[in-house]
């Protein structure tokens, strides 16, 4: 796939900032005003809501649209909303919407990805795809492949972070990793953090936001409300315009790249060591694999279950202690110590399920 970029602009950040939800026109015409002078790239505002539960409140609807017009007309703004549906596409084309995005909950159904792209087919709009509520790659990419092939090669994405049944701090955990492996997939692709659905709290925003620059991210898509504490929908997480200057303000931007020889020499010694640490990692990791193997052999032809609870919980607490003295988080740590569980089962697995008996190491250095 070969994409073209959805903002031409060069320098970072792009910036996309507006109401949650449109909710009165004196509201989006309040906050547009607010944020022409920030210079945001894109104002946004949702006028379809989808929620979790009925009966909260799920948008004005078409109506909203006249106010995104009256936003383009009185600012110069270019302005973007999500569509989820055939109607949504025609009702925003119909009004000039710039930009479309379609939603977290809309990307994780193909079949509701597949009825937008089918709208979109032959119009000549960018599209801001985000990623799906549950954490599949596959799946966000599979959102992007539908609307590129309805012939839109103007296309974005936004990192909105992933449901997470566990602890964390975050509304929905980044799981850098997955923006990042879609970048090194599709390096043409620009992609913007929503730093505002990942937080679900006005107080990480500067952080998360830092940390999607840091990362090299395009941009950010952040919400803002000239009363926060009243809006209609996720007050917690919505900013006024002056504080999202400050925010803007405040942030540091890294340079991509540099032709500092100093610099690059050092950087690419320290590559170096990486990478010799690197193949040192995989030669270990191969040789566990090994001792695994003849493990797996042994508790075959002693007929011994596979996962010892004990013996796991021993590894982990001996992990924690260590990675604790070599400053290694222990998120880190488990995470690491897991995949590593994971593949010695495996391999255990593989080798008592196979047919016939073979000697194991053990019996053949007895011979």
């Known amino acids: 796939m070969q994409f073209q970029p959805v903002f031409e602009k060069k320098e970072r950040p792009i910036l996309i900032a507006g109401p949650c939800s449109a909710e009165t026109e004196e509201q989006v015409l309040e906050t547009a005003r607010g944020l022409k002078n920030v210079g945001i790239d894109l104002f ?74 089918d709208a979109l087919s032959g119009l000549d709009v960018p599209v801001l795809i985000k990623n799906p509520i549950n954490a599949d790659l596959k799946l966000w990419i599979g959102a992007i492949e539908r609307i ?64 999607a620059l840091d990362l090299n991210y395009d941009g950010l898509m952040t919400e803002v409300h000239p009363t926060p504490d009243n809006a209609w929908s996720d007050a917690a997480q919505q900013i006024t315009p002056h504080r999202f200057g400050v925010l803007v303000k405040e942030l540091v931007v890294r340079e991509q790249t540099t032709e500092n020889t100093s610099f690059l020499k050092t ?28 493990i797996g052999e042994y508790k075959k032809e002693n007929n011994i279950a596979i996962l010892q609870p004990s013996r796991w919980n021993e590894i982990l607490e001996k992990a924690f202690a260590e990675g604790e003295e070599k400053n290694l988080s222990k998120r880190f740590v488990e995470t690491v110590l897991r995949a590593i569980h994971q593949e010695s089962i495996s391999h255990q697995t593989k080798v008592m399920n196979e047919e016939g008996s073979r000697q194991s190491s053990v019996q053949q250095s007895a011979v």
């Open 44 to 117: 946004r505002a949702g006028i379809w809501k989808p929620r979790t539960r009925p009966g909260a409140f799920e948008g004005v609807g078409a109506p909203g649209l006249k106010w995104l017009q009256r936003v383009k007309k009185e600012t110069g703004l270019k302005v973007t909303t999500e569509v989820a549906n055939t109607q949504h596409v025609f009702a925003a084309m119909k009004h000039g919407i710039d930009v479309f995005w379609i939603g977290a909950r809309t990307t994780v159904n193909p079949f509701s990805v597949q009825e937008v792209a």
């Open 148 to 211: 590129y092939k309805a012939g839109i090669t103007k296309i974005g994405a936004i990192h909105r972070g992933f449901s997470f049944h566990g602890e964390t701090k975050y509304r929905n955990n980044p799981l850098w990793q997955l923006p990042i492996e879609l970048k090194r997939q599709f390096p043409d692709l620009q992609i913007i953090c929503d730093n505002s659905h990942i937080c679900g709290n006005r107080n990480m925003l500067q952080k998360v936001a830092q940390q």
């Open 267 to 294: 950087i690419d010694f320290l590559r170096h060591e990486i990478d010799e640490i690197d193949a040192q990692l995989m030669n270990l990791f191969g040789a566990r694999m090994k001792l695994s193997d003849q």
